[in-house]
């Protein structure tokens, strides 16, 4: 089955600087890639998401690049502010056709900290 | 985008008992997820279930531990049964919903459960 590595596991950084989370897969039939953000007891709430169709998709001020020859793809965000602080999650999926998306496989959250 | 709502919100029960867990979506849905968070980790994947036919588990989940029933597209229900200290987790149910042009999963707000 599908294998999802994250990394960092923890990231620490200035408000305005970037932060960037990365994730690898397993499966190379995996062809829908999420990102979730979860706060402090709330549940997770997708931030961004990218088919394997396409290798960049930009949403203000978070980005997401997927590289399918070399099966990661990372979260990008500009412009951190405090209220960016929370577990991020990425995931992923195979979509056999129509717009099911089945399971998701989640990698192990990388816990961002921006500090003001 | 779909509502989800969770009954309990939270639990704490005796080891040995069991626990049912509700889940109520406001539209219908084909598939239903059930996901285990444990503390402080990433979320897993205990069964997908369809409505009209058995549900599916994944790896190290049984029915027998983890009986699903899907009576209908709006709901599910998940029982925690005989109940160890090892389930304390919180238990998230998630449905595909559509957010504009593309369909994605939405979570429901969990159930935290501990054990004693």
């Known amino acids: 089955g599908e294998n999802v590595e994250q990394h960092p596991s923890t990231l620490s950084v200035q408000e305005g600087d970037s932060a960037v989370i990365k994730c690898t897969y397993s499966?190379?039939?995996?062809?829908?890639f999420p990102w979730y953000k979860q706060e402090l007891g709330k549940r997770p709430q997708l931030i961004i998401d990218?088919?394997?169709?396409?290798g960049e998709k930009k949403d203000q001020r978070i980005a997401v690049t997927l590289n399918k020859t070399a099966k990661h793809f990372s979260l990008h965000i500009t412009e951190t502010q405090p209220e960016d602080s929370a577990v991020y999650f990425c995931a992923a999926s195979y979509l056999a056709g129509g717009t099911s998306y089945g399971k998701l496989t989640f990698g192990q959250g990388t816990i961002l900290t921006v500090h003001p | 985008s779909a509502v989800i709502s969770q009954k309990p919100s939270r639990d704490i029960c005796q080891r040995g008992t069991s626990l049912t867990i509700q889940c109520q979506v406001d539209?219908?849905?084909?598939?239903m997820f059930w996901y285990r968070q444990q503390p402080g980790q990433s979320l897993t994947l205990i069964a997908t279930a369809n409505q009209g036919s058995e549900a599916t588990y994944e790896s190290g989940f049984v029915i027998d531990k983890f009986p699903i029933s899907r009576p209908n597209l709006t709901f599910s229900t998940l029982t925690v049964s005989n109940m160890s200290p090892e389930d304390s987790s919180i238990y998230l149910c998630?449905?595909?919903?559509?957010?504009?042009?593309?369909?994605?999963?939405?979570f429901g707000p969990g159930t935290r459960l501990t054990v004693l």
């Open positions: 499966d190379s039939a995996s062809n829908y």
């Open positions: 539209s219908q849905v084909t598939m």
């Open positions: 998630s449905v595909e919903g559509s957010s504009g042009s593309y369909d994605e999963q939405f």
């Open positions: 990218i088919r394997s169709n396409v």
